[in-house]
């Protein structure tokens, strides 16, 4: 990998969007998962990602951030295109996949200082950040556990803590209260909310009480086409007007924009 300094601030700072999607389509066959899915995010939004099982996030989230390679379109992450410059495109991106893989021999401490290496972070840093992200995503009572003796709860938020090691710009969560018991969940909308201030991050979620909680704005796909792309205001007030609107939207016949 790239040294961890080789991305400057001047180069982030100087793309205003930080995420874009530019028609991605992801072809198996004549099965289409996604097709022509284009929206872009600003820097400092939080913007989530809805839509059905089956609908194309996680297919979208995949390419967006390099793990897929789309059959047409465009990734872009601060600026990078992530086909082209993936390696600074990762230096600026935190990602949590639903359901993350994680090395079920190894503690919380040991697979973040191994992250930590394979990113090159200088010993200093990566230090502070694992006591940072120990702290932040309240690790501390199974830091030295094995993690594959962990609760799901508990291993999603090492999932988490990897994602936000490096300090990334830019954060891709896919359903990362999935496992957590309430007074958890509380937490990571706080967490949410808190690196919106300054970072941009890209949200999938099925609680649609999360994402009138935490969520600027929404990008809404059914069958692998964006159906809706606005303030979260404009999707619904509440949580119950927003899943009639889901709804409504998601329904087989309803494919057109609002």
Not at 66 to 91: C, K, M, N
Not at 107 to 136: C, H, I, N, W
Not at 193 to 210: F, M, W
């Amino acid at each position: 990998m790239a040294e961890y300094d080789s991305v400057s601030d001047e180069q982030v700072a100087a793309s205003s969007t930080m995420i874009e999607s530019v028609g991605l389509s992801k072809f198996y066959g004549s099965f289409a998962a996604t097709r022509d899915v284009s929206f872009s995010v600003p820097r400092g939004q939080v913007c989530a990602f809805l839509g059905p099982n089956g609908a194309g996030k996680s297919t979208t989230m995949k390419m967006l951030t390099g793990y897929l390679a789309p059959s047409e379109g465009r990734a872009i992450i601060g600026g990078f295109d992530v086909a082209e410059q993936r390696l600074q495109a990762a230096e600026i991106l935190g990602y949590l996949p639903e359901n993350g893989p994680l090395y079920f021999e190894m503690t919380p401490r040991t697979f973040l200082k191994y992250v930590g290496k394979t990113r090159q972070l200088p010993v200093d840093l990566l230090a502070s950040r694992m006591d940072y992200v120990r702290e932040t995503c309240m690790l501390a009572d199974v830091w030295e556990k094995q993690i594959g003796k962990l609760s799901r709860g508990y291993r999603q938020r090492v999932g988490m803590a990897q994602a936000l090691l490096h300090d990334p710009d830019v954060l891709i969560l896919d359903e990362p209260t999935s496992g957590l018991d309430p007074n958890q969940v509380q937490g990571v909308r706080q967490l949410i909310r808190k690196l919106g201030e300054t970072k941009t991050v890209l949200l999938s979620t099925h609680i649609l009480q999360e994402v009138h909680a935490v969520c600027d704005r929404v990008v809404l796909v059914n069958d692998g086409t964006v159906v809706f792309d606005g303030a979260t205001k404009e999707l619904g007030a509440d949580g119950v007007a927003m899943e009639s609107r889901f709804r409504e939207l998601t329904e087989s016949d309803s494919y057109s924009h609002p």
